[in-house]
């Protein structure tokens, strides 16, 4: 049984930032954290008499850094759980600590405490996953054959030696099979950062606990995945790597920050309207008599200001009016539905640019997706929208726009996407922002919209997109 009292040293020259670690903590309710304060190399090199469960380390620490602080734990317990904490997103930083064998890397203002909780449980678990391996070296085979996540054995050349049950579910990577032939795991890396990581740690026989890595399942499917790479005790040449399948993970962890963000968005719009539409109306009531009560004269002076008053305070009333409507949860006239026929309605619906563009479409509709409870006018406008975006992000030569149903679990899954011009990182983030648009005469209320029908039904949105590749929205809806 877990236990869930765990004795934490936080390493961090600056105290407001220990109150704020700990008031965190004091919020993660499936662990109590016990955290003690080391304020400088010197004072945590005091506290590694004492036993703790896990370590927090800022990476700035006066003339000491955090990757000299992880060493020195690391010197003392090869397994211990260190996250490293910094002020910034930087990529040296999180090579580096990857390199010295840290748990993980989380940059400040980017965590609450659910993540923060969350990330120190898993790190305490995998160490001491980590460390009964070391010791129980007799019970390896067990655990190896037993475990839930794939695990596999490489040389240091990374040819596939050995594997678990779960490796071979997962990838179906079975020597018994009359076409089988051996191949390297490098191979299954899909981008050449973690390729090279891997060679190197490799060449220089080092442990990595948990890095971040994309991961091919087979020619049509990439996962990402939490790997941990630890030299095998009994055979200095061979390497284990346990795989950790975080799709799952980042995909609830993404609806769930989305869902947060609509919601904060609409209490937002909701005080600006309260605060605005009052003095708004005000101004425009005093504009109307001012024009009652000037002398002509000094109206046909003015020109027309008293009409560009009227005319921009109507127009901000109108977008108040808009941002309301699409950042409040929608009624919905709901009836059941086939998920199928309402995505052949919405292509009917944009038949035509399709058409003039001469985009080739892919439909693959599972038959197996039944009714579900939507508003049907709605849930059309929703994929529309998105239907007509991925339109005109693609050029009408080469264009292929592709339509997917299924099911899993109990949503039924749409996939639409698009092999267009992508969409850059920084702007993937803003994609549902009310008022945000790459269009020069969108309205940037589109996707809000769209987004906001989805939640109204119960449902999800997300997006991935790479530029140059295309992109891809994702709709979960609860089925019947």
């Known amino acids: 049984m877990e236990d869930n009292n765990k004795r934490i040293l936080f390493v961090d020259d600056d105290p407001d930032d220990f109150l704020l670690i700990e008031m965190m ?31 927090l380390v800022d990476y700035r620490l006066g003339s000491e850094s955090g990757i000299d602080v992880l060493e020195l734990i690391k010197s003392k317990s090869k397994h211990a759980p260190v996250i490293i904490l910094t002020g910034m997103e ?43 391996l070391d010791i129980a070296g007799r019970k390896f085979k067990n655990i190896f054959e037993r475990a839930a996540d794939p695990i596999i054995l490489i040389n240091k050349e990374s040819l596939i030696m ?28 899909v981008d050449e950062k973690d390729k090279e990581l891997l060679k190197s740690n490799l060449c220089r026989n080092l442990d990595v606990l948990d890095f971040e890595a994309k991961i091919k399942v087979n020619k049509s499917q990439n996962i990402v995945a ?63 008599q001012l024009g009652y009560e000037l002398p002509n004269d000094v109206k046909e002076e003015s020109g027309d200001l008293l009409d560009t008053i009227k005319k921009n305070c109507t127009r901000i009333n109108q977008l108040i009016t808009e941002l309301l409507d699409s950042t409040r949860f929608t009624e919905l006239k709901s009836e059941n539905y086939s998920l199928n026929k309402l995505i052949e309605e919405a292509l009917e619906e944009v038949e035509g640019r399709i058409g003039l563009k001469c985009i080739k479409l892919v439909k693959d509709l599972d ?11 709605k849930v059309k406008i929703a994929f529309v929208n998105i239907l007509v975006n991925a339109i005109e992000a693609m050029d009408g030569k080469e264009g292929q726009l592709e339509v997917k149903t299924c099911t899993k679990a109990n949503k039924c899954i749409v996939e639409i996407s698009d092999n267009g011009s992508g969409i850059p990182q920084e ?25 906001n029908i989805i939640y109204s039904h119960g449902g999800n949105i997300r997006v991935q997109s790479k530029e140059g590749i295309g992109t891809t929205f994702f709709i979960s809806l609860i089925s019947n």
Not at 107 to 113: E, L, P, S, T, Y
Not at 162 to 188: R, T
Not at 427 to 450: H, I, M, Q, V
Request: glycine share 6%.
């Open 25 to 55: 903590l004091r919020s993660y309710k499936s662990m109590n954290f016990e955290l003690s304060h080391a304020k400088s190399f010197k004072e945590a090199e005091a506290f590694m008499t004492q036993n703790f469960d896990g370590f």
């Open 226 to 288: 939490l790997l941990s790479i630890v030299m095998n005790e009994s055979n200095k040449d061979l390497y284990q790597i346990m795989i950790k399948d975080l799709t799952e993970f980042k995909i609830r962890n993404e609806e769930l920050f989305n869902l947060k963000r609509f919601s904060s968005t609409g209490r937002i719009a909701r005080i600006i309207a309260h605060e605005v539409k009052n003095p708004l109306t005000t101004i425009l009531l005093s504009a109307e």
């Open 367 to 377: 038959p197996e997706v039944g009714n579900v409870k939507l508003d049907v006018a």
């Open 90 to 132: 930087d990529g040296q930083v999180d090579n580096q600590a990857m390199e010295f064998g840290a748990s993980d890397y989380l940059v400040k203002g980017a965590f609450d405490g659910q993540m923060l909780g969350r990330t120190i449980r898993y790190a305490i678990r995998d160490a001491e996953l980590h460390e009964s």
């Open 162 to 189: 050995d594997f678990n049950p779960s490796f071979v579910q997962k990838f179906g990577y079975n020597p018994e099979e009359s076409d089988f032939h051996a191949f390297y795991f490098i191979d299954l890396l």
């Open 427 to 451: 702007n993937l983030d803003r994609l549902f922002e009310p008022f945000y648009t790459s269009k020069p005469t969108g309205s940037g209320l589109g996707l809000t919209n769209t987004q």
